[in-house]
Each structure stands twice: as structure tokens, then as C-alpha cells.
């Protein structure tokens, strides 16, 4: 099933595809997306099969599954972005980033100058 929808999701967009569609054209839109799916995997294949044939011997070693779409979970990928962790282990960043945020949160006196280039904008 398609991440994030349980059973009773996917039952209620089978009903509406069904309205939708109606009965009479499902069987041939079904025939249809089967066709089109069947022939991304057959291009996915054959480009796969073509990097291995130019790159020779050095193609054999490419791990396949590191570039399968389906491992990444952005919430995960957000997750980590955000945590305490993903910025202590980029080094300076963390830093960089609570000077900006400092930066933009301060008050000014009046007539006092911007801490930043007004002319570059």
C-alpha cells in the first residue's frame, strides 16, 4: 500500500475512484496504470543495465539500493535536521545559526545601525 494510508483510507479512495471513474472504464484505466508501471520498471531496468555496461567492472560494485526513493522518510530526514545531534555533528553550524537567530531578535536602539549590509538587499 502507499506509505501513510491505512486500510480504511485506502478503502474510501477505492470507492471514490470508483464513482469517479465508474465501473464500465476501471477495468481499462486499471490495464492502463498496470501498462505505464510496467514500463517504468522496464526503463528503470534498461537505463540500470546501461550504467553497468559503461562502466564496466566499476559498475558492478554500485550499491542499487542506497538510490531506491522508498528508503527516505522525510520526516526522519527533518527530524535529524532539527535535532541537537544533526547540529553538533556539522561543527560550526550550530553556531552560526543561534548568531543569526540572535541576530535577528535583538532590539535596537533608535538611530542605532542594523547589524547587517542594508546595501546588499
Not at 555496461?53 to 522525510?74: A, L, T
Request: hydrophobic share 45%; glycine share 10%.
Amino acid at each position: 500500500m502507499i506509505a501513510g494510508i491505512n486500510g480504511s483510507e485506502a478503502l474510501i479512495l477505492l470507492v471514490i475512484i470508483l464513482i469517479v471513474v465508474g465501473p464500465e472504464r476501471l477495468p481499462r484505466y486499471a490495464a492502463q496504470l498496470g501498462k505505464f508501471i510496467r514500463g517504468v520498471k522496464q526503463s528503470l531496468g534498461d537505463a540500470q543495465e546501461k550504467v553497468r555496461e559503461e562502466m564496466n567492472e566499476q559498475g558492478e560494485d554500485i550499491p542499487w539500493e542506497k538510490f531506491d526513493p522508498r528508503q527516505y522518510d522525510p520526516r526522519r530526514i527533518v527530524r535529524d535536521a532539527l535535532s541537537e545531534d544533526a547540529d553538533t555533528a556539522v561543527g560550526g553550524v550550530a553556531g552560526a545559526t543561534s548568531a543569526v537567530a540572535a541576530a535577528a531578535t535583538m532590539k535596537l536602539q533608535p538611530g542605532e545601525a542594523a547589524p547587517f549590509d542594508d546595501e546588499a538587499t
